[in-house]
């Protein structure tokens, strides 16, 4: 007999922003205990060392998870120059120092021109990518290095918002896979010192930004805990987003009455004027979002991903 699972059901989306020395997955058991749901996931892993932006995705949503992973990211993150270490930020053992050139604003915004656009980034060895079923990041620690695959990474805005004698912080906004130590690990050897990251922190993923005024905003785990003292689980529940929220990119298609019912029952229909590439929303009528569809070879529009009525 399978175990009833405990907690309630409860669907859509809660944008944390994690803490530093916060594992993902502790975050995301303590926002799940928080609202006591019955089951929650996140959109993507934040380790320790950074903050930011994490979704927590409770029931139905948590089955959107893989389209959020391959959203765009945005980053701030600041370097220190003259220094590299094993693991790119100041978790790791120094391997070097080296003194920092003269820098000024021009010199800086030449050498990121080097990065911005469609380039090939190496990814480190303290990453989560596995190899031959183990995690980079634990052969890192065995002292292991193995050859790593070049993956192509669109870095779609670098921004430089400060420079010091010995520091810059930029504003990255990449596409999926990006790793951000390994870029400023880049810049530095551009630079001809190195660098080092010093602060990490994801401030928007896919169309959520941290710093939104527009009701979808971030939420701190002090701030969660505020509300839940003030009015309880009914406060919390005001504060979760549609699944579909997450979507937006994606275009919306408004069913007919008539196809509703067929569509839910995962049967395709003509819809008219639906795209002819891609995924896209399916609304009924009414507004009610019924999930994502996609249009077959034959013209017809299939349902790709359903959600329960919510």
Same mark, same amino acid.
């Given at each position: 007999?399978?175990?009833?699972?405990?907690?309630? =059901?409860?669907?859509?989306?809660?944008?944390?922003? @994690?803490?530093?020395?916060?594992?993902?997955?502790?975050?995301?058991?303590?926002?799940?205990?928080?609202?006591?749901?019955?089951?929650?996931?996140?959109?993507?892993?934040?380790?320790?060392?950074?903050?930011?932006?994490?979704?927590?995705?409770?029931?139905?949503a948590?089955?959107?998870?893989?389209?959020?992973?391959?959203?765009? &990211?945005?980053?701030?993150?600041?370097?220190?120059?003259?220094?590299?270490?094993?693991?790119?930020?100041?978790?790791?053992?120094?391997?070097?120092?080296?003194?920092?050139?003269?820098?000024?604003? =021009?010199?800086?915004?030449?050498?990121?021109?080097?990065?911005r656009?469609?380039?090939?980034?190496?990814?480190?060895?303290?990453?989560?990518? @596995?190899?031959?079923? &183990?995690?980079?990041?634990?052969?890192?620690?065995?002292?292991?290095?193995?050859?790593? &695959?070049?993956?192509?990474?669109?870095?779609?805005?670098?921004?430089?918002?400060?420079?010091?004698?010995?520091e810059?912080?930029?504003?990255?906004?990449?596409? &999926?896979g990006?790793?951000?130590?390994t870029?400023?690990?880049?810049?530095?050897?551009a630079?001809?010192?190195?660098?080092?990251?010093?602060?990490?922190?994801?401030?928007?993923?896919g169309?959520?930004?941290?710093?939104?005024?527009?009701?979808?905003?971030?939420?701190?785990? =002090?701030?969660? =805990?505020?509300?839940?003292?003030?009015?309880?689980?009914?406060?919390?529940?005001?504060?979760?987003?549609?699944?579909?929220?997450?979507?937006?990119?994606?275009?919306?298609?408004?069913?007919?009455?008539?196809?509703?019912t067929?569509?839910?029952?995962?049967?395709?229909?003509?819809?008219?004027?639906?795209?002819?590439?891609?995924?896209?929303?399916?609304?009924?009528?009414?507004?009610?979002?019924?999930?994502?569809?996609?249009?077959?070879?034959?013209?017809?529009?299939?349902?790709?991903?359903?959600?329960?009525?919510?």
């Amino acid at each position: 007999m399978a175990r009833k699972r405990r907690g309630r =059901e409860i669907n859509g989306i809660v944008l944390f922003d @994690k803490s530093l020395g916060l594992s993902s997955n502790r975050a995301l058991q303590r926002v799940r205990r928080l609202f006591n749901a019955a089951k929650a996931g996140h959109t993507g892993s934040l380790d320790p060392a950074a903050s930011g932006l994490l979704p927590v995705c409770f029931g139905q949503a948590t089955r959107i998870s893989g389209l959020l992973l391959d959203a765009d &990211k945005t980053y701030r993150v600041t370097g220190r120059l003259g220094t590299r270490t094993d693991s790119g930020d100041l978790e790791g053992e120094v391997i070097e120092t080296r003194e920092v050139p003269p820098l000024d604003v =021009e010199t800086m915004e030449t050498v990121l021109a080097r990065f911005r656009g469609r380039v090939e980034q190496v990814p480190p060895m303290y990453s989560a990518l @596995k190899h031959e079923g &183990k995690r980079l990041y634990e052969l890192a620690r065995e002292g292991k290095t193995v050859e790593r &695959k070049a993956r192509t990474i669109d870095f779609h805005e670098i921004t430089l918002e400060g420079l010091s004698e010995t520091e810059f912080t930029l504003r990255v906004h990449s596409s &999926k896979g990006a790793y951000i130590r390994t870029l400023v690990e880049d810049v530095g050897e551009a630079i001809g010192c190195g660098a080092v990251v010093t602060e990490l922190r994801r401030v928007g993923l896919g169309p959520w930004s941290i710093d939104a005024d527009d009701g979808q905003r971030a939420y701190t785990f =002090e701030d969660l =805990e505020a509300l839940s003292e003030e009015g309880g689980l009914e406060a919390l529940d005001r504060v979760i987003l549609p699944i579909d929220s997450a979507l937006g990119a994606y275009p919306a298609v408004v069913l007919d009455a008539t196809s509703v019912t067929p569509i839910r029952h995962g049967h395709p229909v003509f819809v008219p004027n639906a795209p002819q590439t891609g995924w896209f929303r399916l609304y009924a009528p009414d507004d009610l979002f019924l999930g994502m569809g996609e249009v077959l070879d034959d013209g017809r529009t299939a349902p790709r991903r359903l959600f329960a009525a919510l």
